[in-house]
């Protein structure tokens, strides 16, 4: 049970500290003091390469994998009537890495939004 709770307080400060990753990226940005270039747009399509973000997308594609692999061993489970403990052993994993690949992913998007007023495209389509 102590594990539970470790896993959520890092989900809670990983929550935390993407949020202000982006935040901070783009906050000179919004402030107007630095306008995008169009060396910008380079930058806010591919920013999931960089060396950071690229991993986190690696890691949230192979828990999501991962996570459809034990969802059809829980299904596979009930057609064929596998014993109950089996089926949720295979819940169970299937629930570790559902929340693994959305907390991923989630973090990868809340750094990636806060790069958004880098964007010079934006400034076209407000003006």
Request: positive net charge.
């Amino acid at each position: 049970m102590p594990s539970v709770w470790l896993l959520l307080g890092l989900h809670r400060s990983g929550r935390r500290l993407a949020r202000a990753a982006g935040f901070w990226a783009g906050l000179p940005y919004r402030q107007g003091r630095r306008s995008p270039t169009r060396g910008d747009w380079f930058a806010v399509r591919f920013l999931g390469f960089s060396s950071d973000l690229f991993l986190r997308l690696i890691t949230s594609a192979l828990a999501g994998l991962a996570a459809i692999f034990t969802v059809t061993g829980v299904v596979r489970g009930i057609a064929i009537g596998q014993d109950a403990w089996e089926i949720v052993l295979w819940t169970c994993w299937s629930i570790v890495f559902i929340a693994v690949c959305i907390g991923q992913f989630g973090g990868v998007q809340r750094i990636q939004n806060g790069y958004l007023p880098r964007d010079p495209a934006s400034l076209t389509r407000r003006g």
